[in-house]
């Protein structure tokens, strides 16, 4: 089974803080992928990554960056939080072959004070 | 973006009621998943469509591709209190935009399950 595993299910930071979340997942998936999951808003993507230094904006980037430094693993980086993202974050892997389904991880909920 | 429209946005139904729920979108799609989303937990995929008209099951639920590529249904059947939680439909555009290209999918805003027992 694909595995995907985000480092905190919690986290509670303040504004103006650096925050950095990971995900790490072992099948060896070309693809990444960040989400955040809003009330009635649904996934709205981040940012996406199709290969080692490799990024691509999403829909909603302003107020984050990305780093893959490493196939295995994506990092999510709040350069400066504040309280709008306050929010749950979702990461996912694929294969880049065809058309793949994405695999999530378990979120973070991110509280930002 | 692509715009997915998923509806009903929210449900309510007594156990053993049958449930239906689907997508559309504006354009062509040539792939079309449907993920459940359990509270506190990432979505975990239930179905994937892959061709015009495909009908799949997978034990209650029954997923179809639609024949104008532009939706999609998802019905359970005889729904448990262990259905409950959020739906999402998926999809990835046939003509795909450069997005697309690297494995990006299309998220509907998700349909809130509520099961009384």
Partial sequence: DVKVTQSSRYLVKRTGEKVFLECVQDMDHENMFWYRQDPGLGLRLIYFSYDVKMKEKGDIPEGY???????????????????????MYLCASSLNSGVQPQHFGDGTRLSIL | GQQLNQSPQSMFIQEGEDVS???????IFN???????????????????????ELTSNGRLTAQFG????????NISASIPSDVGIYFCAGQPYKADRGS????????????LTVWP
Avoid at chain 2, 21 to 27: E, K, R, V, W
């Fill in chain 2, 21 to 27: 729920m689907n997508c559309t979108s504006s354009s």
């Fill in chain 2, 101 to 112: 290209t690297l494995g990006r999918l299309y998220f509907g805003r998700g349909t809130q």
């Fill in chain 1, 65 to 87: 960056s990305v780093s893959r430094e490493k196939k295995e693993r994506f990092s999510l980086i709040l350069e400066s939080a504040s309280t709008n993202q306050t929010s």
């Fill in chain 2, 31 to 53: 792939t079309w998943l449907w993920y459940k989303q359990d509270p506190g937990e990432g979505p975990v995929l239930l179905i994937a469509l892959y061709k015009a008209g």
């Fill in chain 2, 67 to 74: 024949i104008t590529r532009k939706d999609s249904f998802l």
